[in-house]
């Protein structure tokens, strides 16, 4: 066989695998909401500050800002994997029901431990050169996910017991020089999601009986395709130091499947039979801006600023067919911000190491905040390194520790509005994330 076509299907093969690897992985959300920031190994060795200026140096920046394609030279191979370890625990729960149902105490597990669901967490990029200055791309990646679960016994199951959303995106993208100082980049998202939500219900109510001594539980699962768009632009006004600017469009989605619950007693099962939901999900915009400069040849700086638009998100409604059964949780969330700054120093021309610390604000308040999504700020601290096994392979490694402190969740329930009948919750968190990410370049 021609050593050209060999390496022509070797390069085949390995960007399929590059681009399938995210299918196998659950997702599990550890930036603001449920957002999946973990996309770029060499990029989270610096807490991800420069990473819209291609300051990692490799084609897994594309994510960020396409435009950073045109740093590559050649055809680059990226695959990366990332272990997210995730340490969010209930401290305390104590759930009581309305005052005008007696306010007496819900019974059940008023410690869960660990809701998070640890994960691994894989994306792939593949970046072909027609030429100096046109590049052609394709990336897939899981840019949002999240799996909270309490168990159905736990006190606060009138509110929720699981939540699990995966997306999984395929991103075709170009960028061009337009000249030497300017290129730029864009791309089209390609989403699939898929969720389901789970909680309890106390059917004891609707039917006259004494509260709590029948509890119907109900799973909603569903799935849509959506698609969205990438743009950026890459600026080097002086050799060693760029300016990137990237954006990814909100894609939305109306998440389609069924409800089916369970609990009834056999001679009521037929007041609740499996019958179609839907809900719709749309996930949010984010431009971000990176600046890279090279002071030395052994030094870097870096920093990045990301602004995400969640306070497109207002509310989560799963519409049954029968309406009386209609599921609704305000959220009332507000855009945030991500700030990071990092460094780089080339110790050889194998071996680079790196360092960052950033803030990711959260997207909810406390009186807002809900047991699904019971998230707070976070505090980056990252290091990274990077070592050129050969001239065409690299290798990079990379540990964060994100501090989360402790939050909590209060909901009141008056037997008015989207909480009638959930109860009275009170929650104390507290926890911890890890990551502990590894990535393989190949180039060509």
């Known amino acids: 066989m021609p050593f050209v076509t060999l390496r022509n299907r070797l390069l085949t093969a390995a960007a399929a695998i590059a681009v ?75 759930a009581t029901r309305a005052a005008r149902l007696g ?92 969720a389901k939500l789970s909680q309890s219900s106390d059917f004891a109510v609707r039917l006259g009986r004494t509260p709590g001594s029948l509890d119907v539980n109900s799973d909603v699962v569903g799935d849509d395709w959506g698609w969205g768009m990438t743009a950026g632009l890459l600026y080097e006004p002086v050799k060693g130091t760029r300016i990137g600017l990237g954006y990814r469009s909100a894609i939305k989605h109306q998440i389609t499947g069924d409800i089916s619950f369970t609990g009834l007693p056999a001679g009521l099962a037929g007041l609740l039979p499996k019958q179609g939901g839907s809900a719709k999900l749309v996930t949010p915009d984010s431009a971000s801006l990176g600046l890279y400069h090279e002071v030395n040849s052994k030094w870097s700086v870096m920093g990045d600023v990301q602004w995400t638009n969640w306070s497109r998100f207002h509310e989560l409604r799963v519409v049954v067919d029968n309406p009386a059964l209609t599921q609704l949780t305000e959220e009332k969330w507000r855009d945030t911000w991500f700030f990071s700054l990092g460094t780089a120093y080339k110790v050889t021309d194998d071996l680079t190491l790196r360092g960052g610390v950033a803030f990711d604000k959260a997207a909810v308040d406390v009186e807002y905040r809900t047991s699904r999504i019971p998230e707070q700020n976070r505090y980056w601290l990252s290091v990274g390194a990077g070592y050129r096994v050969t001239e065409n392979i690299q290798i990079d490694a990379a540990y964060t520790h994100l501090f989360v402190p402790k939050t909590s969740v209060h909901l009141t329930d008056d037997l008015t509005g989207p909480e009638s009948g959930r109860g009275n919750l009170d929650v104390r968190y507290s926890g911890g994330i890890d990551l502990i990410g590894l990535q393989a370049k190949i180039s060509f």
């Open 20 to 94: 399938a690897a995210p299918l196998a992985a659950p997702n599990t959300a550890e930036a603001a909401g449920f957002a999946l920031r973990e996309q770029s190994v060499s990029g989270q060795g610096t807490a991800f500050a420069g990473v819209t200026a291609g300051g990692n140096g490799d084609a897994s920046s594309m994510f960020f800002n396409p435009a950073t394609m045109g740093l590559v030279s050649g055809t680059q191979i990226v695959q990366t994997a990332t272990g997210v370890i995730i340490g969010t625990k209930v401290d305390s729960a104590r």
């Open 103 to 194: 306010g007496t105490a819900i019974s059940g597990n008023s410690s869960p431990g660990d809701i998070g669901q640890d994960a691994l967490v894989p994306a792939g990029y593949f970046v072909y050169s027609v030429n100096d200055d046109l590049k052609l791309g394709l990336s897939a990646n899981g840019p949002f996910g999240l799996v909270t679960d309490y168990g159905d016994n736990w006190v606060g199951r009138y509110h929720g017991t699981r939540s699990d959303l995966r997306t999984y995106n395929f991103t075709p993208t170009v960028s061009y020089r337009v000249t030497p100082e300017l290129t730029l980049g864009a791309g089209v998202q390609i989403q699939y999601a898929k």
